[in-house]
């Protein structure tokens, strides 16, 4: 069984920076993987931010951006303001056919 | 304005079947492949199901595969997930989605449909 893993919690200053990671158990992350991340808060649908790696829906604030480190998918907010804190989740696609989400990652912004 | 919106769920007994429907508007539904995902109560998101645009292909996570069937009417711009032999586990609000493109996933997302699997 495929497992995706991200930190399960992260906490930032308003204003500072963080990094998000999403790493697979069958190995290094790369673009074949197409990773997509997702923003969720309390009581709300899940919002897409970024698709194949590092690429911005039009609604994606400019302070958000992917990339491949290591081999991990990573999530960066730069600048980061009180309205980022929620859930963050990363989607990665195996073959085309199966789709795996990670455990998450609560951003608390303090 | 794209929208979905998710109807069926309901609380069912362990063993029971039920069918969920997502209604879709304001894009050409047959050209962009859907899915199902699911959250249990207080718990992550769970990649359930997608299916192509013209319904030919379709995929399913290991814990669902032989039990939850997807299957989209493209007249009715309509996606479905059949959901037999419910367990307890399959308990989780279940959100239709829409994929942007092969490699964009769940662009957009309907605000969910609460499936209650207890006797």
């Known amino acids: 069984q495929t497992v995706v893993t991200q930190e399960p919690s992260l906490t930032v200053s308003p204003g500072g920076t963080v990094t998000l990671t999403c790493a697979s158990s069958?190995?290094?992350?790369?673009?074949?993987?197409?990773p997509n991340w997702f923003q969720q808060k309390p009581g709300q649908a899940p919002r897409a931010l970024i698709y194949s790696t590092s690429n911005k829906h039009s609604w994606t604030p400019a302070r958000f951006s992917g990339s491949l480190l290591g081999g991990k998918a990573v999530l960066t907010l730069s600048g980061v303001q009180p309205e980022d804190e929620a859930e963050y989740y990363c989607?990665?696609?195996?073959?085309?056919?199966?789709?795996?989400f990670g455990g998450g990652t609560k951003l608390t912004v303090l | 304005e794209v929208q979905l919106v998710e109807s069926g769920g309901g609380l069912v007994q362990p063993g029971g079947s039920l069918r969920l429907s997502c209604a879709a508007s304001g894009f050409t539904f047959s050209s962009y492949a859907m899915g199902w995902v699911r959250q249990a109560p207080g718990k992550g998101l769970e990649w359930v199901s997608a299916i192509s645009g013209s319904g030919g292909s379709t995929y399913f996570a290991d814990s669902v595969k032989g039990r939850f069937t997807i299957s989209r009417d493209n007249s009715k711009n309509t996606l479905y997930l059949q959901m037999n032999s419910l367990r307890a586990d399959d308990t989780a609000l279940y959100y239709c989605a829409k994929d942007l493109s092969s490699k964009s996933y769940f662009d957009y997302w309907g605000q969910g449909t609460l499936v209650t699997v207890s006797s």
């Open positions: 989607l990665l696609s195996y073959g085309g056919a199966q789709r795996v």
């Open positions: 069958t190995g290094a992350v790369t673009s074949g993987y197409y």
